[in-house]
């Protein structure tokens, strides 16, 4: 049984609209509503969904970057959000962050050498004062860049050369999670595989564990052992890879696989594409029941009245979690398969966007 490093239980995150001259609170962004899941030792856990579905949102929850408005969050046996001062500080230092924008989130006025020693400011008692120069060149060719590049500036690198002075920054404090908000996102497809792999490679070698949110379903698959697929705030499907990809047994899963492009043509005209009606619903006014009963294909009236429970469902070789009332297995037409692939064949160019 794999053991767990970080434990989401019922997390919830909404934020207030304020309106009126009074700036009263007239509603709630429901941007993560109940989500729970776990993360094991040394795994990557993929987060996919549309725009807006709340994944950055959960991913700062997982950081603590913002306070939940309920649930909780274990970490190693600590309960997270009960964390203060010292005790938090030292948390810190075990989960980091690597966002997506590799253009904004460096200052670019700092040195390559003083933005990825910045986490030693924080936490000097990680390097002493005299060796941390040593270390940032260590944490530099760790990530295939030059230890020499020390005195650079952002702007004389390129989007996946600052990428990977992210994720040295983020590995610094020698994290146990890291959770990657689309890393590569913003990055050329063809660069977006070396950036992949470096993180594989970092994370065998660091025995780091993972959670890979992105919009990219190719990536995604690419990169984790399990997948989780979020609708408006909630968990729709989670499971092993192979089950979401192959057995997926929500309907939403199976319309977003089935957007993804075939790139063998005599296999073409075999899938079926779902086509999703309409827009994702506002996270400040859900639907009822099932928040994805407006789009969904298979909706029936219980679907607007009762909220289906994500549990362990048939997907037609074994059982996965799913939050539908009618999950059943559909078949998917599969595209190239890139999971052992060190470059995707083509590029990720099947990087289908949800
Ligand atoms: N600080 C905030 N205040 C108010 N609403 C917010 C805030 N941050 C996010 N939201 C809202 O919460 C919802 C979820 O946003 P979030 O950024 O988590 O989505 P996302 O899945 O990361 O989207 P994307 O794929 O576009 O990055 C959105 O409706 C967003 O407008
Ligand atoms: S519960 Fe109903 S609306 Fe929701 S995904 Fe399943 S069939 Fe569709
Ligand atoms: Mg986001």
């Known amino acids: 049984m794999a053991e767990a490093i970080l434990s989401a239980t019922d997390l919830v995150k909404h934020y207030p609209i304020r309106g009126g001259v009074l700036r009263r609170t007239?509603?709630?962004?429901?941007?993560?509503?109940?989500?729970?899941?776990?993360?094991?030792?040394?795994?990557?856990?993929?987060?996919?969904?549309?725009?807006?579905?709340?994944?950055?949102?959960?991913?700062r929850l997982l950081m603590r970057l913002e306070e939940p408005t309920s649930g909780s969050l274990i970490f190693d046996g600590v309960d997270?959000?009960?964390?203060?001062?010292?005790?938090?500080?030292?948390?810190?230092?075990?989960?980091?962050?690597?966002?997506?924008?590799?253009?904004?989130?460096?200052?670019?006025?700092?040195?390559?050498?003083?933005i990825i020693g910045e986490p030693f400011d924080i936490h000097p008692d990680v390097v002493p004062k005299q060796?941390?120069?040593?270390?940032?060149?260590?944490?530099l060719e760790l990530v295939g860049l030059s230890p020499?590049?020390?005195?650079?500036?952002?702007?004389?690198f390129s989007g996946g050369q600052r990428q990977r002075i992210g994720i040295a920054r983020g590995i610094a404090l020698n994290p146990k999670v890291l959770i990657?908000?689309?890393?590569?996102?913003?990055?050329?497809?063809?660069?977006?595989?070396?950036?992949?792999?470096?993180?594989?490679?970092?994370?065998?070698?660091?025995?780091l564990s993972y959670v890979f949110?992105?919009?990219?379903?190719?990536?995604?698959?690419?990169?984790?052992?399990?997948?989780?697929?979020?609708?408006?705030?909630?968990?729709?499907?989670?499971?092993?890879?192979?089950?979401?990809?192959s057995r997926p047994t929500h309907p939403y899963t199976q319309a977003l696989l089935s957007a993804v492009p075939v790139?063998?043509?005599?296999?073409?005209?075999?899938?079926?594409?779902?086509v999703l009606q309409g827009d994702v619903p506002s996270p400040a006014n859900p639907p009822s029941g099932c928040r994805f009963h407006t789009r969904c294909?298979?909706?029936?009236?219980?679907?607007?009245?009762?909220v289906p429970e994500l549990i362990l469902r048939p997907d037609g070789a074994g059982e996965h979690f799913s939050a539908c009332h009618f999950a059943a297995p559909r078949e998917i037409i599969e595209t190239i398969d890139v999971s052992g692939a060190a470059t995707p064949a083509g590029g990720w160019a099947a990087a289908e966007q949800v």
């Not at 294909?297 to 009762?306: G, L, N, R, T």
């Open 180 to 207: 990657c908000d689309e890393p590569v996102s913003a990055l050329d497809v063809s660069v977006q595989a070396q950036v992949v792999n470096l993180m594989e490679k970092l994370q065998d070698e660091l025995g």
């Open 263 to 274: 790139p063998d043509p005599t296999l073409r005209n075999k899938r079926e594409q779902i």
């Open 148 to 156: 020499e590049h020390i005195n650079r500036y952002p702007h004389q």
């Open 80 to 114: 997270v959000y009960k964390q203060r001062g010292r005790a938090m500080r030292k948390l810190r230092r075990d989960i980091q962050i690597v966002f997506q924008d590799p253009y904004t989130s460096l200052n670019p006025r700092k040195t390559v050498g003083d």
């Open 131 to 139: 060796g941390r120069r040593r270390k940032v060149q260590e944490l």
């Open 26 to 59: 007239v509603g709630q962004v429901k941007a993560v509503d109940g989500v729970s899941f776990e993360l094991y030792k040394g795994e990557t856990l993929g987060i996919v969904g549309e725009s807006g579905c709340g994944k950055s949102t959960l991913g």
């Open 213 to 245: 949110i992105a919009h990219d379903l190719s990536v995604v698959r690419h990169i984790s052992d399990r997948v989780g697929v979020m609708y408006l705030g909630k968990m729709a499907e989670i499971g092993d890879e192979d089950e979401v990809y």
């Open 297 to 306: 294909f298979k909706a029936q009236e219980k679907c607007k009245v009762d």
